[in-house]
């Protein structure tokens, strides 16, 4: 591991005179040339710098690149130089940037000083700055010489602020919280931590397919993201309301089958979907009501018994007398046609079944389709296999009569949008907007 200082070479003024510059920490350099201040400041700061890379334009190799061989000599004399070729108007990328690249490797660090160049330079330091994380080199900080206020400014934070923004985007895209536990390691927000937390636990659940944990884990993701927004990090603050926007007001179990499908994390939304939806038709309030009179099947202790309810009671009607209606089915008949006959006849199934509705009964057929749709879709995936088994068929046969895509011609991007016009199916339809 190496530490190299990076800068642009300012033109040399023959008629500069030497100037005091206050610093961040500690006593007061002096410096003449444009970059030779903040250098110094540097190589005190932070000691143990091997290399300073500097790119060079023709007219400051004839003007300042001797003086400020000497001032590194005088002040450091054991700091390599190096000289990028850059001439302005040239392209950046295809120049000082392949040199740099040639010059670092993964686990150096680097310390911008941005004083120097054209007008554009101190963008092309950031630009360096974000293609060298992606390699393994870190910026561990940036200065500028204010030559009016003689005084040397630290901008290491403007670089952190971008690992902060580039952390938000990987917390909010694939619920990674690597980038922004090495933003904050040196802080101590609790708040902060706590989302962090709360965010790294709702993703391991999801990937590990925790099933019965997921929606304890979407309360504490909720509780911690309201208790950030007054956290004492204002960019965090400002940052937290377009994350909260991803989520919506609250975390729900197809707002976050939604944002696994956002994220590319299509089997983690098969899972969240065929384990937790059956859980949230009966609990969420905005479909089917359970009132005392309906069976309660039994559950085993590894069974969540909403979903069991949704399963094993709900979606076989058609095999359980009523008082008021007939089965269509034996009562040891476990093909999955039991659901499609629950769900043909759904009206007649609901006669003194124990259930009552509290959405269209169109809307109610919709979910169980698509639930039987991704669940077979997600069993052929676990079990690796092409083609449908008989039983299987039989119920494709039919869904595909609903508009469908055949299983065997599924492709990943197929099911993508199955399980989004699932999730898109379950929002409650105001009964404004009911047909009657």
């Not at 903040?38 to 932070?46: D, M």
């Not at 001439?87 to 120049?95: H, K, M, S």
């Not at 895209?173 to 609790?190: I, M």
């Amino acid at each position: 591991m190496a530490r190299k200082i990076i800068l642009f070479l300012s033109e040399y003024k023959g008629n500069a005179q030497e100037k005091s510059y206050r610093c961040p920490v500690g006593k007061d350099i002096a410096g003449t040339q444009t970059n030779e201040a903040p250098v110094k400041y540097l190589l005190r700061q932070y000691g143990n710098v091997e290399e300073i890379l500097c790119i060079v334009t023709s007219k400051a190799k004839e003007t300042a690149w001797l003086p400020f061989q000497d001032m590194i000599a005088r002040t450091a004399q054991d700091v390599a130089l190096t000289e990028i070729p850059y001439e302005e108007g040239d392209d950046f990328t295809d120049g000082p940037l392949t040199g740099i690249m040639e010059k670092v490797q993964a686990e150096d660090e680097v310390l911008l000083e941005t004083t120097g160049g054209f007008r554009n330079a101190v963008m092309d330091l950031l630009l360096l700055s974000r293609i060298l994380s992606y390699t393994g080199v870190k910026t561990i900080g940036a200065v500028y010489s204010n030559y009016p206020k003689t005084e040397i400014e630290d901008l290491s934070h403007l670089i952190g602020f971008f690992d902060l923004v580039g952390g938000m985007q990987e917390l909010t895209s694939f619920g990674s919280v690597k980038t922004l536990r090495a933003y904050y390691r040196r802080t101590e927000e609790p708040k902060i931590e706590r989302l962090l937390s709360a965010m790294e636990n709702l993703y391991e659940t999801i990937t590990l397919c925790k099933a019965k944990r997921i929606d304890a884990c979407m309360q504490t993701f909720d509780a911690a993201l309201t208790d950030a927004e007054t956290c004492g990090d204002m960019m965090m603050r400002q940052l937290l309301p377009a994350f909260r926007k991803k989520f919506g007001k609250k975390l729900t179990t197809p707002g976050l089958i939604k944002w696994c499908i956002q994220s590319d994390m299509l089997q983690q939304a098969v899972t969240v979907y065929t384990e937790r939806i059956p859980a949230f038709v009966i609990e969420c309030g905005h479909f089917i009501e359970v009132t005392p009179f309906a069976r309660t099947p039994e559950v085993k202790e590894y069974e969540d018994a909403a979903a069991v309810q949704f399963m094993r009671d709900f979606m076989t009607l058609s095999k359980k007398p009523g008082p008021k209606r007939h089965p269509l089915r034996e009562l040891n008949d476990n093909s999955p046609m039991v659901y499609v006959d629950t769900i043909e006849n759904m009206e007649n199934m609901l006669i003194s079944s124990g259930y009552r509705l509290r959405c269209p009964v169109s809307q109610m057929q919709q979910i169980c389709r698509d639930y039987l749709y991704i669940k077979t879709a997600r069993n052929m995936m676990n079990h690796a296999n092409d083609s449908a088994t008989q039983d299987q068929q039989e119920l494709v046969d039919y869904l595909t009569e609903y508009g469908y895509a055949a299983l065997e011609d599924m492709s990943a991007e197929t099911l993508y949008q199955a399980i989004l016009q699932g999730v898109e199916n379950l929002r409650p339809i105001p009964k404004k907007e009911r047909a009657h």
